[in-house]
């Protein structure tokens, strides 16, 4: 097998400020778009891809393929040709939440992943990878969230820890409805059974950000029924790495699909994602 490019704690302190410097050139574009008008590649019921995603993502991949040039790229906007089978792939949402950012809402950001194919024991993810690196920049309020497997989650260098609130009527838990019908006709009980148990309920509409919020103790918990593995490869590590509990599992309902309930470890008996 050939050697994996990323194997020690210097190359992942390297593929760090590599991801960190990809996210603060897109960051600087969504700012400068941010009340522009948006032109859009597609649109669906529940979701916009943008011309500015791709763009994007092609920033992101000039710059971190500039440094290290033989790992792979699975991205929203399209992925390599051996993304599912390299020993080291990046996992990037160039803009994740695009509806609130094509409706002009500062609530958006951008995640970037580095996963390792696993060489033994579990894998975080049935295709057999683990996320070793994570990023999550939000250039609207100039947060970065960062982990590197094993050690503190950071948010702009300085360690971050999940709340510790055990009793879901003291919390704050955000719900998505993902990208399609069924979810949401699925989701719509539970939102109403929820929000009868905690103090408030939160939609915001970028998932990874949801993410680096529980990790960051703003949220105590964050649930979804069907989301992507771009959207949630960088917080789920960021998340562990913050004491929280990640747990996802495929849906069954398409490649890299997954449902998930992220907590702060203390909750997860007491949440559940929807049928």
């Known amino acids: 097998m050939k050697k994996p490019e990323l194997h020690n704690m210097a190359d992942l302190k390297r593929a760090e400020r590599s991801a960190m410097e990809a996210a603060r050139s897109v960051g600087l574009l969504m700012k400068r778009h941010l009340m522009d008008d948006k032109l859009a590649n597609e649109t669906s019921r529940y979701d916009i891809k943008l011309e500015l995603d791709v763009r994007c993502q092609k920033l992101i991949q000039r710059t971190l393929k500039s440094a290290f040039p033989n790992v792979s790229f699975l991205g929203e906007e399209g992925s390599s040709t051996h993304a599912l089978t390299a ?26 992943a580095l996963q390792a194919k696993a060489v033994s024991g579990k894998a975080d993810y049935p295709d057999g990878y683990n996320t070793v ?5 939000d250039p609207f309020c100039e947060e970065m969230f960062s982990a590197i497997r094993g050690q503190p989650a950071k948010m702009n260098g300085k360690p971050i820890r999940v709340s510790t609130r055990t009793k879901l009527e ?84 398409g490649e890299h699909q997954y449902r998930m309930v992220a907590n702060n470890g203390l909750l997860r008996k007491t949440l559940r994602v929807p049928a």
């Open 87 to 112: 020993d080291d792939r990046w996992v990037v949402d160039p803009i994740d939440g695009t509806v609130n950012f094509a409706y002009t809402i500062p609530h958006a950001c951008v995640s970037i």
């Open 133 to 137: 690196v994570g990023i999550i920049y």
């Open 170 to 253: 003291d919390c704050i838990v955000s719900i998505g409805f993902a990208k399609s019908k069924e979810s949401l006709e699925a989701t719509l009980p539970y939102f109403g059974e929820l929000a009868r148990r905690v103090r408030k309920i939160r939609m915001m509409g970028a998932a990874a950000l949801g993410l680096a919020y529980v990790a960051s103790g703003r949220f105590d918990a964050y649930i979804e029924r069907g989301i992507s593995l771009w959207d949630v490869a960088a917080g789920g590590l960021i998340l562990e790495c913050a004491g929280g509990e990640y747990f996802h599992e495929p849906t069954g309902r």
